[in-house]
Nanobody, 125 residues
């Protein structure tokens, strides 16, 4: 079965960096969009960044220029490099995957079939 396992979270001071990883297994992910979501305390899960295997990436405005999503080779690992972290980035970060054949970028959690358990990122001021 499909399994997504995140790692790399932790406590960091504002302005610092973290790199999250998501190890994917159970199938090939060539035709799967893979994204990062996050859920801050008291808030709903929100889309953060999207990756497609043609190199397309999409970010929410609040992380543009600070976060970079990428896939490892042979495409079974997803990364999120987070720089210039801010206290408002504090959240549980989730890796998600869904079958994708092009078209509008899926930004809603309900569009994703597979999820990891999440990794906590805490940014202190």
């Amino acid at each position: 079965q499909v399994q997504l396992v995140e790692s790399g979270g932790g406590l960091v001071q504002a302005g610092g960096s973290l790199r999250l990883s998501c190890a994917a297994s159970g199938r090939t992910f060539d035709n799967y969009a893979m994204s990062w979501f996050r859920r801050a305390p008291g808030k709903e899960r929100e889309f953060v960044a999207f990756s497609w295997n043609d190199g397309t990436t999409v970010y929410i405005d609040s992380v543009k220029g600070r976060f970079t999503i990428s896939r490892g080779s042979p495409g079974t690992t997803l990364y999120l490099q987070m720089n210039s972290l801010k206290p408002e980035d504090t959240a549980i970060y989730f890796c998600a995957a869904t079958l994708f054949r092009g078209g509008p970028v899926p930004r809603s959690a309900s569009e994703y079939a597979y999820w990891g358990q999440g990794t906590q990122v805490t940014v202190s001021s």
